[in-house]
């Protein structure tokens, strides 16, 4: 049985992932998120607030159950946040600690209780959904990019203390979807120019259709679901698919 673990699957990136997944067969999904939105016999959801550390707990039960060597295990670090869009300086110490959380802290906590998991399983495979962000400076992202920077750069850590250990059949990726119709783009574009300079830019994408479907990028992340061993780098743009 092939079990992926997928954070953020009301909408978007992690709901369009997840519905792909349910077409096929020996597939179950666990869905983690705030709310629910998809019904299918093959699909669990379970309620957490990544932005409350507490709510980790039932979600790390999830990878106790007696896995066999029969079994492929992937976790997909999809959930995150943009907002609040404003410079340093101007952010409360809530909006520090929440984007933080959602974006950083909890899917490392889910990455380092997924690889306790023993390696007598099939295989095991981590996305991280990263951002072309975390390689870029644009003003009102500081805590989104730098959150999103520090995540490729544990993912890379993680590669290399696998490969260090000889283990051929975990793999860790950070993968940026590109730009993608989703709520998050919604947000961005009703944000004002003092907090965010490029504002025109976004509202642009989205007048002229230059943006990505959830669907269209949900069918790169699969080829990689599909075939890890093809992609030898570790942090990279789905784009490149």
Same mark, same amino acid.
């Given at each position: 049985m092939h079990y992926y673990f997928i954070t953020g699957t009301s909408f978007g990136l992690g709901k369009a992932i997840a519905e792909a997944l349910l077409q096929r067969e020996d597939v179950f999904v666990y869905g983690i998120s705030r709310t629910s939105s998809i019904s299918?016999?093959?699909?669990?959801?379970?309620?957490?607030?990544?932005?409350?550390?507490?709510?980790?707990?039932?979600?790390?039960?999830l990878f106790e159950a007696p896995f066999?060597?029969?079994?492929?295990?992937?976790?997909?670090?999809?959930?995150?946040?943009? =907002?609040?869009?404003?410079? &340093?300086?101007?952010?409360? @110490?809530? %909006?520090?600690?929440?984007?933080?959380?959602?974006?950083l802290i909890s899917p490392i906590q889910l990455m380092n209780a997924f690889l306790k998991i023993p390696h007598d399983v099939k295989r095991k495979l981590v996305i991280n959904v990263s951002?072309?962000?975390?390689?870029?400076?644009?003003?009102?992202?500081?805590?989104?990019?730098s959150s999103k920077a520090a995540l490729d750069h544990a993912s890379r850590h993680a590669a290399k203390e696998i490969e260090l250990n000889g283990m051929a059949n975990i793999y860790i990726f950070s993968v940026a979807p590109g730009v993608i119709d989703t709520h998050m783009q919604a947000k961005i574009r009703t944000v004002s120019k003092h907090s965010f300079s490029m504002v =025109?830019?976004?509202?642009? &994408?989205?007048?002229?259709? @230059?943006? %990505?479907?959830?669907?269209?990028?949900?069918?790169?992340?699969?080829?990689?679901?599909?075939?890890?061993?093809?992609?030898?780098?570790?942090v990279f743009s789905a784009r490149e698919i």
């Open positions: 299918h016999n093959h699909y669990q959801h379970m309620f957490a607030d990544l932005g409350n550390p507490s709510q980790l707990s039932p979600i790390i039960e066999t060597n029969q079994d492929s295990l992937c976790l997909i670090n999809n959930a995150g946040m943009v =907002d609040p869009i404003k410079y &340093l300086g101007d952010f409360t @110490a809530e %909006d520090i600690s929440l984007l933080m959380h959602v974006n951002s072309g962000a975390a390689s870029k400076v644009t003003d009102g992202w500081s805590l989104y990019g =025109d830019r976004f509202i642009d &994408l989205h007048k002229t259709n @230059a943006l %990505d479907t959830p669907e269209q990028v949900a069918q790169k992340y699969l080829k990689i679901l599909d075939a890890p061993q093809e992609f030898p780098n570790v």
